[in-house]
């Protein structure tokens, strides 16, 4: 068979086919369609459990299974410290993970790696500093550019683990008005006084004067104060604004209409220690009435030219933010769950995410030598998180919002293609382009909380909830996870009673005296508790329905059985039925339910492999990195556990 020499993986998290399929035969998926028409889509893929982002993207960098690179949860827990959920930190971040990575294994043999947005993937430079010169690395400790994930940073800020959020490069978005919004600026208007250099101040002139916060940064801010001139530059009220650093209108950032986005800006803001930093950003006047009494003016990220905190080299910084578009934290998840703005502008952040994303990532390709190629993008994700209940037509609030959403989801699925387009523009010839997702979703169901079951078999006792005392990130939690029968989600455990305490996703922990500091259990009775709690969890019915919610309960031991093991493995591993969740995370990889499934998006092109064929043999997203070196030659990594799919190759006994 013809042999590829190069590996391009293009990740699109939550990705699933079927939707894939619906949307090429409308006709708004053409390259999806290319890689379908001349490639091999497995229909029956599975993914590892738990179906979440960290452990499975790093099986599909690995090969290896999450109890061997321990990667197992959207968090880790801190060994030795009590098993509750405050002492679990994010999992992205290339030190945790223990396994070696296709990068990595490319890199040791003189290969040439670019890895961008990829969870895991930073600071893979600073990891292994004998590999640098070979590796290439854009973000990669969050879910986008610039975001820093890693559970410390977000602990330092006041964060419940870090949950969807953490610190920035630089520092996050601003929203800039006169009424007040989480995490927001909140100025006063008034008049006009002391511009210069203004040609046409217009009727009644208005003005705000605000101090950058640098909100969740990790950099330090200096005084940096910028000021605002709203003026009525037509017949129909206020609709024009200007962003400034003085008020000298020859100084200023930009000036825009009501709704317009500005070109991007480049300037000099000022840290604490007194430094100037460059930095890029782009801006809309998100919301100016009439008598300019609501105002909303919205300031992206500040991204810094210098690339040290975001980027490997940091002097490629400069280049990839000398394009159109900027970086957006999340696709504009995050503050579009805080009501910053509507579901057009959110549409908006995503389009922006697509161009920057895919423009770094064709950026690097082009002008670089490379043999890994490890790309991941998250839009398709947030989408389900924020609206896949919404595309179930039986479950929909009403069906202007059904239609609303339905129209919503095509439009992420075709900025989607537009990523992949951009990016097959860039590849050779002899490159193995693999498509794939982490794992896929469902809509909302039932509210599954293991202390409901824990509590009522005797083995755990809860503490009285302090709403007022909740995190501040609380606020942005799935509302299927804030609301639940009978206990909080966020309740915390009496220690000192309670004999199990679950922690992160899918984990519960034996609180064994001689393991945590406030542990309960004597060893001797480790065995019974751990039976206990599998019982209790089986035994246990849902209040609403009458029904068993967990669909599995295993103990540490049998946990191998789904590649569960070692110190990030609780004693007990329990999954739930997918009308008992929310997306995914807790749901097994072969659920399906309504309009979802947990079976990801997986699809191969290239030189060798088949063309236009529907592969029905089960394989799972572990079988990529085997596959790919099989096919290329590429060195294998050390801890590479999966198996090699051979029916997707036209000759698979002939190689070279």
Not at 207 to 232: A, C, Q
Request: hydrophobic share 35%; glycine share 8%.
């Amino acid at each position: 068979m013809s042999t590829p020499k190069k590996l391009a993986v293009v990740g699109f998290d939550s990705a699933m086919t079927h939707f894939i399929d619906q949307f090429i035969e409308e006709g708004c998926m053409p390259n999806f369609k290319k890689v379908f028409e001349n490639g091999v889509v497995a229909d029956k893929a599975l993914v590892p459990y738990p179906t979440v982002t960290p452990p499975n993207w790093a099986t599909i960098a690995t090969g290896a299974s999450a109890g061997t690179h321990q990667v197992t949860d959207f968090w880790i827990c801190r060994p030795g410290a009590n098993p509750t959920n405050e002492n679990a930190i994010t999992a992205f971040n290339a030190y945790l993970l223990q396994a070696e990575t296709m990068w990595e294994a490319a890199a040791k043999a003189g290969k040439k790696a670019i890895v961008v947005n990829y969870p895991g993937g930073w600071p893979a430079h600073e990891k292994n500093p004998e590999l640098a010169d070979n590796l290439t690395v854009v973000g990669g400790c969050g879910l986008s550019v610039g975001t820093i994930t890693d559970g410390t940073l977000a602990e330092e800020l006041g964060l419940s683990m870090g949950y969807m959020t953490g610190a920035q490069a630089l520092c996050y978005p601003h929203m800039v008005s006169n009424e007040t919004y989480p995490l927001g600026v909140r100025g006063e208007i008034g008049d006009a006084q002391g511009w210069e250099n203004v040609d046409e101040m217009g009727d009644e002139p208005l003005e705000m004067t605000f101090d950058l916060t640098f909100p969740l940064g990790i950099v330090k801010p200096g005084k940096n104060t910028w000021y605002l001139l709203i003026r009525e530059m037509g017949d129909d009220g206020y609709d024009t604004v200007t962003l400034s650093p003085s008020k000298d209108f020859s100084q200023a950032f930009c000036t825009i209409k009501t709704g317009e986005w500005c070109k991007r800006i480049t300037t000099n803001v000022q840290q604490a220690d007194g430094a100037d930093r460059e930095v890029t950003f782009m801006c809309r006047a998100l919301t100016l009435s009439d008598d300019a009494e609501d105002f909303a003016f919205y300031i992206s990220e500040l991204v810094p030219t210098d690339g040290e905190l975001w980027c490997h080299p940091k002097e490629l910084g400069k280049k990839l933010v000398d394009v159109e578009a900027t970086p957006t934290i999340m696709g504009g998840f995050q503050q579009r769950t805080m009501d910053w703005y509507d579901d057009e502008m959110f549409r908006q952040l995503v389009d922006m995410h697509n161009v920057w994303l895919s423009n770094c990532a064709r950026t690097l390709l082009e002008d670089q030598e490379w043999d890994v190629f490890y790309m991941h993008t998250h839009p398709t994700d947030f989408i389900y998180h924020y609206l896949i209940t919404q595309l179930d037509p039986e479950l929909a609030d009403s069906p202007e919002r059904h239609a609303e959403c339905v129209d919503f989801h095509r439009e992420v699925y075709k900025g989607a293609d537009y990523t992949l387009g951009e990016i097959m523009k860039a590849l050779d010839d002899d490159t193995l382009l693999v498509v794939c997702a982490d794992h896929g979703s469902v809509p909302d169901g039932y509210h599954f909380d293991p202390y409901d079951a824990l509590v009522e078999a005797g083995l755990a006792t809860l503490t009285t909830a302090d709403e007022s005392a909740l995190p501040e990130d609380f606020a942005y939690l799935p509302e299927n996870m804030k609301e639940t029968e009978g206990v909080s989600w966020m309740s915390k455990p009496d220690l000192s009673k309670s004999k199990a305490i679950p922690q992160r996703l899918i984990f519960i922990y034996v609180n064994l005296a001689s393991r945590y500091p406030e542990g309960c259990v004597a060893d001797e009775d480790y065995e019974k508790v751990q039976r206990d709690i599998i019982d209790a969890l089986h035994a246990y019915k849902d209040p609403n329905t009458g029904r068993h919610p967990v669909a599995l309960a295993l103990s540490k031991e049998d946990a191998r059985l789904v590649g569960l093991k070692g110190d990030q493995c609780g004693d007990v591993v329990y999954a739930v039925h997918p009308e008992f969740s929310g997306q995914h995370g807790n749901i097994l990889p072969t659920a399906e339910w309504r309009i979802g499934t947990l079976q990801p998006l997986l699809a191969f092109q290239g030189p060798g492999i088949k063309k236009g064929y529907r592969m029905q043999r089960t394989c799972n997203v572990i079988d990529i990195v085997p596959t790919a070196c099989y096919m290329t030659g590429l060195p294998l990594p050390e801890d590479t556990e999966g198996a090699v799919v051979y029916q997707i190759m036209e000759e698979p006994n002939k190689r070279g």
